[in-house]
């Protein structure tokens, strides 16, 4: 069987705290939540993705995608995949 490996791709991220005041809030969220794309529901943020929603938790890293997708990712499985580069 053939084994395959990620290609390494950049992509940006933050860590979504839940917090009203919170520091780090891209222009790409924003505009997103201003579109409807993303929307909250509960206590959780909503993002519209093509798989349908899904709900990210206080503590989630949201990513936008090299194709400008945005979804939401455990802190854990980001920390094990993803290392910050330069700005």
């Known amino acids: 069987m053939a084994k395959y490996q990620k290609k390494p791709v950049v992509v940006e991220a933050f860590k979504w705290t839940g917090d009203r005041e919170q520091s780090e809030d891209p222009v790409w969220i924003v505009r997103a939540i201003e579109k409807g794309d993303v929307y909250f529901e ?3 943020l ?4 093509l798989e349908g929603v899904h709900r990210a ?7 936008k995608g ?3 997708e945005l979804y939401p ?3 854990d ?5 993803y290392e910050k580069v330069g700005e």
């Open 46 to 49: 909503m993002i519209k993705t």
């Open 66 to 68: 090299v194709r400008g």
């Open 42 to 44: 509960d206590g959780h």
């Open 73 to 75: 990712c455990k802190p």
């Open 77 to 81: 499985i980001f920390e094990e995949t």
């Open 57 to 63: 938790n206080v503590g989630d890293y949201i990513i």
